[in-house]
C-alpha cells in the first residue's frame, strides 16, 4: 500500500469489532488506499474480501491477492453486487467514511480549499456532475439547505446571497474565484474551519453521501450472517447521528419503530455500548483520525 494514499484509521479496533473468522467473506465498502483490506486478507485463510470504490484512483491500490474481489463501483448497491458474485450472506462488513487523504491532497480534484483548482469533488470521476454546478445550478434555497444541513454553516443566509449575487453574471468554477466570492462572510482567525464546513456540504451534496450511507444501512441486516458484524467509521456529526440513530432506532429520525405491543423493532443491535474513538497517541500520528468515530452492530435476534 502507498501510505502516503490513506493512512487507515482506527484499524485495531476495526478488526476486533468485525470478530474475523479465517474461512469468512468480508466486505470492505470503502476499499481506498487497501489499508483495512490488507489486514483483514491477512486473517483470512480460505475466506474472502470483496473491496468496493468508485474512485479509479483507489484501482493502482488493488493487491494481488486471490482471497480479494475488487469492484469499482459505490457501495450503495452492494447487495446486488454481493448477490451477482455469489455471496448472499457475509460475516462482515466495513465502512470507513468520508474522503481519503489522497483525494485531499491532489489538488485538481478539488476536495481541498489549500489548492487551486477546479470546483470537482466528484469521488466518481465518471459522473458529470461537479460541485461548481451545485454553486452554478442550484436554487437559492436548495444551497441554504446544503450549507445549513451538511455544513453546519453559522451565516448560510449571507453565504448564499454572496453566491447568488455573484453568479448572475459570471460562472463560478474555480476553488480560489469560490473563495474570493464568499471572502465577506468568512469569520476572521476562524477561515480554516468555516471553509472546510462549506466545502463539507458541496462534497457531502456531490456525491449524496447522506442518501448512500442511509441505503448502505439499510441494506446490512439483509445481507450480514446471524453473527455477522457491521462495523462503520464517522467523521462528523451528520454521519455518526444517522448510524446511532438506525442502530438504535431502526429509523434516521423520529424515533423508534415499535410494533403492536410496543417493543422496539430495529433490523440491528449494538456491539459496543461506548463510542470508539481514536487514542491521543493515534491522532498524534495521523491528525485526520481526529474526529473519528466507531460503531460496531449485528443483526437483531428476534
Known amino acids: 500500500m502507498n501510505s502516503d494514499y ?7 479496533e476495526s478488526l476486533e469489532g468485525l470478530d474475523i473468522k479465517s474461512d469468512g467473506v468480508y466486505v470492505d465498502l470503502t476499499f481506498g488506499g487497501g489499508g ?23 484501482e493502482a491500490n ?80 436548495d444551497l441554504f439547505r446544503i450549507f445549513k444541513l451538511y455544513g453546519e454553516v453559522k451565516n448560510p443566509g449571507r453565504l448564499v446571497k454572496l453566491i447568488d449575487e455573484y453568479r448572475k453574471s459570471n ?29 463539507q456540504a458541496l462534497r457531502i451534496e456531490v456525491n449524496q453521501e447522506m442518501e448512500v450511507l442511509r441505503e448502505m444501512l439499510m441494506q446490512a441486516s439483509d445481507v450480514l450472517k446471524p453473527d455477522g458484524r457491521l462495523v462503520v467509521i464517522t467523521y462528523h456529526s451528520l454521519e455518526d447521528r444517522l448510524v446511532k440513530n438506525y442502530i438504535r432506532d431502526g429509523k434516521f429520525e423520529g424515533g423508534a419503530s415499535k410494533d403492536f405491543f410496543g417493543n422496539i423493532q430495529t433490523p440491528l443491535e449494538a456491539v459496543n455500548r461506548k463510542l470508539i474513538i481514536p487514542s491521543d497517541e493515534e491522532i ?18 428476534h
Open 62 to 141: 488493488v493487491p494481488k491477492d486471490d482471497k480479494f474481489i475488487f469492484v469499482r463501483h459505490n457501495f450503495r448497491y452492494y447487495k446486488n453486487f454481493l448477490r451477482y458474485l455469489g455471496f448472499d450472506k457475509v460475516d462482515g462488513i466495513l465502512a470507513d467514511l468520508g474522503v481519503s487523504s489522497h483525494e485531499f491532497d491532489v489538488a485538481e480534484r478539488g476536495f481541498s480549499f489549500r489548492f487551486d483548482g477546479d470546483l470537482d469533488m466528484r469521488m466518481n470521476q465518471s459522473s458529470d456532475f461537479t460541485a461548481a454546478d451545485v454553486l452554478n445550478q442550484y436554487a437559492v434555497e
Open 171 to 199: 460562472k463560478i468554477t474555480t476553488i480560489q474565484q469560490f473563495k474570493e466570492v464568499i471572502a465577506p462572510c468568512v469569520p476572521k482567525f476562524k477561515d480554516h474551519k468555516y471553509l472546510a464546513q462549506v466545502f
Open 284 to 301: 498524534e500520528r495521523n491528525g485526520r483520525a481526529r474526529s473519528a468515530k466507531l460503531r460496531i452492530a449485528k443483526p437483531k435476534s
Open 6 to 12: 490513506h493512512i487507515p484509521v482506527l484499524l485495531k
Open 36 to 58: 483495512h483490506s490488507r489486514e483483514i486478507l491477512k486473517r483470512l485463510t480460505s475466506g474472502k474480501l470483496v473491496g468496493f470504490d468508485q474512485d479509479e484512483d483507489a
